[in-house]
């Protein structure tokens, strides 16, 4: 008997979401523009980050005398393949033969990672995509022409290469990568220490507000273009680096409404009452406050990620962005820049640049009305 | 006599908003002259059925039925007829009059243009007109008043302008959606006096929409019953009343609430003593914000109150009585001495005042606003016991909640649901809820019922009553309304403008009032027939 009794009977649980974040995941997935936008992001996020996998100048997986070995990954020496050299050119005829007598390799699609110098590209300089041009053009500088095997699709440039006979979608689909992920990268920073910021002023009020209002205002007036000129001539701008330095400018831009939401939210009744429980202030700021600041923060996002893409391409187009060498957007549209006579860079660059921002847009459009609580509580 | 054609009749009225039906088959007539009351609480579908007739319902909504003015179907009517008939036929007092004056227009302009669509009056006639409708609505000195701001006026004040804007045209019919619900019971009184002169003086008919029945009894010659979205019951109010035919309007007037309050043990010991509390805002003005003087919320309050009873603190709003629930839990920063069993509570800071706070708890008015509506139920009352019993483990926790809520009346499967599946009574059980799983000793009570529906309110007060008596708490309860305060306190502050006008036994303060302002408090609440009237001798509440 009091077995059976132990036995809870099936309870229904908590729901994962909370029915507000229901209502809003509901209203997201309505608007059709921006639930098909973040899928396209997705899938495009996905695709750069397995760059590896698809544009690389070595193979994924090469079986080399009954041994299973993974070049993409782990740098081996070419003595490892019967050579002498340091590194392995994994392009050339020397291995090329070693691996086909001695075992197979699997390739991905592309041959070429972004810094690749092709040296049968078809011409000087930057050359237009391979599919604008015929057969004959393509194999032009292969030893064997056209008959070449190596003059295959997967040797092709399928938009076209650079000044530095890079080839442009290896070098737009690390760029893509590199630059979403600083984008991310800064985005997720400066909302922490925007959202903690915003959070302690306007939860605390008074004399603290009133200074770090005063302070930001004052850290706002200083011209970031400039700051960000002089330190990147005394520090080698890296990743990091240059994170670390948008950082010290993009915090600023969230403060404004956490602090706001947190003024408006601490007058709550609700938060009277957790006081008067003995609630400590920090956990009311995180239990209570924070999912209120967190609508207009998640609102606020799209903008904030698409703005820190834009940023880090400006900087790589004036050249004060990532070491030279990095395959970003904006080195992409630098290079169409200079090279005036291959419209395929300006357009591959203006392209991605434009699809990833509108994308970005629509999103956070989704996102906004879907927060609205005008919608949500409907 | 002959019954005069109806002014108004509403014929099978269905209002829809989408699948939802506001009113099903609503009928009801109005003869020139008469009052007609349409009673229900809130979500009855009365304030939908009044704004229905000036077709003010969101596009959303789906009318069907007759509606005929004059013989004129109105649901029918194409726009521009039905702009001749709004303001000039017909005109409407709104519940809020905080919101229903536009902030940046002077009472002159918010007046004239009425006169000015309806009528053609410009300039100087508009004036006339106006300072002749502000007199008539009793507003003081009207000619001063022409240029002020509705932020310059109080509640009452803008309430008159509200009326006198709908009466500028004199109307055949007027609605008044809850006119006084947001309003003072002394200022409630003087409203329903001046609308029932006025209604007098020009002949009109009125639709009085409330859910208050003390109102009905004083204003409505015939009364319409609502629940659900149907009129359940109509008929002239005073035989209706005597003999309430159907079970909704039985349980309406038997709703008020009722029962005295438990027999406190005078010698028990004092919990709470309090000496001289004082809350002061400064008035901050110029460049330098210095301080010129200060808002005296709170302005030198004695008081105590012993184990097991109930002090009732009862004044109008403005009176500071919550200001001060709010500093004797130390919620906001206040002057002077507080003692609550046994501990000092001003010297301590805001981390030595934590192991107190179980005992000390605090329900607040609003049950919309006091639980978060992001966190589900028993995460809602297993914070406090998170934060001071933190050694139970879940399932120890889990046990509490559940005994919480079943003490309040709900079932234990509630406490898996978010706060806004609930109704205003549920909602503030929950709150009860939240303070008494902690097992507090002393219980602030700010208002627990005023958002509350009637019938609702008897409830609360019923369980507040009840769970006094099993766990013999202490209660400061808190309230303007003084039929809720006579149900549960033992003794009684009255406060007005932060100061103690009239304290005493609970009982003998309600039997003979000894100060002016208590008397018109009282005859406010409990006898709207008669005007505030001092010399009248103070009125004994059936119960």
């Given at each position: 008997m009091s077995a059976a009794t132990d036995i809870a009977p099936a309870q229904p649980r908590r729901p994962f979401l909370s029915p507000i974040n229901q209502r809003r995941w509901a209203n997201f997935r309505a608007n059709r523009r921006g639930w098909w936008s973040l899928w396209l992001f997705l899938a495009f996020f996905t695709l750069t980050l397995g760059s590896e996998f698809i544009a690389n100048d070595r193979p994924i997986v090469v079986s080399y005398e009954g041994e299973l070995l993974f070049p993409a990954f782990v740098d081996y020496p070419e003595a490892r393949f019967g050579g002498f050299l340091g590194t392995p050119d994994y392009r050339g005829d020397f291995m090329e033969e070693q691996i086909a007598a001695n075992g197979w390799a699997i390739w991905p699609p592309i041959h070429f990672s972004y810094g690749t110098v092709d040296g049968y590209q078809p011409g000087s300089g930057a050359t237009p995509p391979s599919w604008l041009l015929s057969r004959d053009e393509v194999c032009s500088r292969y030893p064997l022409g056209v008959d070449d095997p190596d003059c295959s699709w997967s040797n092709f440039h399928w938009l076209g290469t650079d000044g530095e006979a890079h080839d442009v979608l290896a070098r737009l689909l690390y760029g893509v990568r590199i630059s979403i992920l600083f984008g991310f990268t800064l985005t997720i920073l400066s909302s922490v220490v925007g959202l903690f910021a915003g959070a302690v002023q306007g939860y605390f009020g008074g004399w603290l507000d009133l200074i770090a209002q005063r302070l930001i205002e004052i850290w706002t007036a200083i011209p970031a273009l400039y700051l960000l000129l002089i330190i990147s001539s005394v520090i080698a701008p890296s990743f990091w680096v240059l994170l670390g330095i948008l950082l010290l400018f993009s915090w600023v831009s969230l403060v404004g409404i956490v602090r706001a939401e947190f003024l408006r939210g601490r007058n709550f009744e609700y938060i009277a009452a957790a006081r008067a429980l003995g609630v400590s202030n920090m956990t009311i700021m995180w239990r209570h406050l924070l999912p209120n600041a967190m609508v207009a923060t998640l609102t606020f996002m799209p903008f904030i990620l698409s703005g820190s893409v834009v940023t880090l391409t400006s900087l790589d187009l004036l050249g004060l962005g990532l070491e030279p060498g990095t395959p970003s957007l904006g080195d992409l549209l630098f290079q169409g820049k200079e090279n005036l006579q291959a419209p395929w860079l300006g357009l591959t660059g203006f392209f991605a640049i434009a699809i990833l921002m509108t994308l970005l847009v629509f999103i956070g459009e989704a996102v906004r009305d879907a927060f609205d609580p005008r919608k949500a509580f409907a | 006599m002959t019954t005069p054609a109806p002014l108004l009749s509403v014929r099978d009225l269905t209002i829809a908003f989408g699948a939802n039906l506001a009113t099903r088959d609503v009928s009801f007539d109005i003869a020139p002259g008469e009052t007609l009351a349409l009673v229900g609480e809130s979500g009855s579908g009365k304030s939908v059925t009044a704004l229905s007739v000036l077709k003010l319902l969101p596009p959303t909504a789906q009318l069907s039925g007759q509606i005929l003015f004059k013989g004129q179907d109105l649901v029918t009517a194409p726009p521009a007829e039905l702009r001749a008939v709004r303001g000039n036929d017909i005109s409407m007092i709104f519940q809020e009059p905080m919101s229903s004056?536009?902030?940046?227009?002077t009472i002159e302009r918010q007046i004239g243009e009425v006169l000015a669509i309806h009528r053609g009056l410009r300039a100087s006639a508009a004036r006339a007109r106006t300072l002749e409708l502000l007199d008539a609505v009793g507003i003081a000195d009207p000619k001063s008043r022409l240029a002020a701001f509705p932020h310059q006026l109080s509640g009452g004040q803008r309430q008159r302008v509200m009326i006198a804007m709908a009466l500028a045209n004199e109307p055949d019919l007027l609605i008044a959606d809850e006119p006084t619900t947001a309003l003072d019971v002394t200022v409630q009184a003087q409203i329903l006096v001046l609308l029932k002169d006025l209604q007098q003086r020009l002949g009109m008919a009125m639709l009085f929409i409330t859910h208050d029945l003390g109102i009905v009894k004083t204003i409505a010659d015939r009364v319409c019953v609502m629940t659900e979205g149907q009129i359940v019951e109509t008929g002239p109010v005073v035989p209706l009343f005597a003999a309430p035919q159907h079970a909704y309007t039985r349980h309406l007037l038997a709703a008020e609430p009722r029962g005295t309050p438990p027999v406190s043990d005078p010698a028990a010991p004092t919990i709470v003593e309090v000496t001289d509390l004082k809350v002061w805002f400064p008035i901050k003005r110029g460049l330098l914000r210095r301080t010129t003087g200060h808002i005296r919320a709170v302005d030198g309050i004695d008081l105590s109150i012993r184990r097991g009873e109930t002090l009732g603190v009862v004044g109008e709003s403005g009176s500071g009585k919550s200001t001060l629930g709010y500093a004797l839990l130390r919620l906001i920063p206040s002057t002077g001495r507080i003692v609550v069993l046994g501990n000092e509570l001003q010297s301590r800071s805001w981390k030595a005042m934590r192991p107190l706070r179980a005992d000390l708890q605090i329900v607040f008015q609003d049950p919309f606003g006091s639980l978060s509506p992001r966190m589900s139920v028993d995460q809602i009352i297993g914070e406090g016991l998170a934060v001071h019993q933190p050694r139970l483990n879940a399932a120890e926790r889990d046990a509490r909640v559940v005994t919480a809520l079943e003490e309040v009346g709900l079932p234990p499967a509630a406490r898996f649901r978010y706060p806004h599946e609930f109704s205003g009574g549920q909602r503030q059980r929950i709150a009860i809820a939240r303070a008494l799983v902690l097992e507090p000793e002393f219980v602030v009570l700010d208002e627990p019922t005023s958002a509350l529906d009637v019938s609702i309110q008897a409830q609360v007060v019923d369980l507040l009553r009840d769970l006094q008596q099993r766990h013999g708490l202490t209660y400061m309860f808190i309230s303007h309304d003084l039929k809720v305060v006579r149900a549960l306190a033992n003794r009684l502050i009255v406060m007005r403008d932060g100061k103690i006008v009239e304290q005493g036994d609970a009982a003998a303060i309600f039997a003979a009032p000894q100060q002016d302002y208590t008397r018109t408090l009282m005859a406010a609440a409990f006898n709207l027939a008669a005007p505030p009237i001092r010399d009248q001798a103070p009125p004994v509440a059936p119960s």
């Open positions: - | 004056l536009n902030p940046v227009h």
